[in-house]
């Protein structure tokens, strides 16, 4: 099963700042979820995003990948952190009520996405974290000032966590720690120079997080 055989359901959802919208693939007696969001100037398009659906989808877990409501409204620009946090937190609560309910949900996403799933994911109940690029290190400000690492978003997350990083990613590379495995792949942020080696880290972690739930 994957994404190209398994057409997506189109779910609108509400959400404080608008409506976003999710493409549900549902797996086939689900024993997990995965819920993913999109980098800051991207979509659910993205070629990690569909190794990591498909990834899942053969391990029977049903995924969603959402698009937070600037997106959906067509923007490419993204509002600020606390918005973006409680649009997906709305989304994750919305699916975990309803589409998803009874499930054990994963959470995570490319880049910025990442980063949102990383600082909700107490609020969204999750048991897991799929950071995809994450941007360890800001861009250089322009007054020449580096900007903190983003490490400490990470270090709050007390459950299984996967990175997969690029190695030439100009956003850094996140350490290991108790509970993140990060996984180092050709290529840079994009993540597009290998894409079998980042579905089958993806697999493997999943397949290990649902043997430990179960």
């Not at 994450?134 to 400490?152: D, E, I, K, Y």
Request: neutral net charge; aromatic residues 2%.
């Amino acid at each position: 099963m994957s994404p190209s055989t398994d057409p997506a359901a189109i779910i609108e959802i509400t959400t404080p700042t608008g409506p976003g919208r999710v493409n549900l693939h549902v797996a086939e007696r689900p024993a997990a979820a995965l819920v993913l969001g999109h980098g800051a100037g991207g979509g659910i398009g993205a070629r990690d995003l569909l190794a990591a659906t498909d990834a899942a989808l053969r391990l029977g877990i049903s995924v969603a990948l959402v698009e937070q409501p600037y997106r959906a409204a067509g923007r490419r620009s993204p509002p600020r952190a606390p918005v973006l946090d409680a649009a997906w937190t709305a989304i994750v609560d919305h699916l975990s009520a309803n589409d998803l309910a009874g499930l054990p949900v994963i959470v995570g996403g490319r880049s910025s996405g990442a980063r949102v799933a990383c600082r909700t994911i107490d609020a969204t109940r999750a048991v897991g974290l799929l950071c995809l690029a994450f941007p360890l290190q800001p861009a250089r400000r322009s007054t020449g000032v580096q900007a903190p690492s983003r490490l400490p978003e990470l270090d709050a997350v007390g459950l299984p966590v996967l990175i997969v990083q690029g190695v030439r990613d100009p956003f850094g590379m996140p350490p290991p720690g108790p509970r993140r495995t990060v996984v180092e792949v050709a290529g840079d942020h994009g993540l597009k120079a290998d894409l079998p080696a980042v579905t089958s880290a993806i697999h493997a972690w999943l397949s290990d997080l649902v043997a430990e739930l179960a």
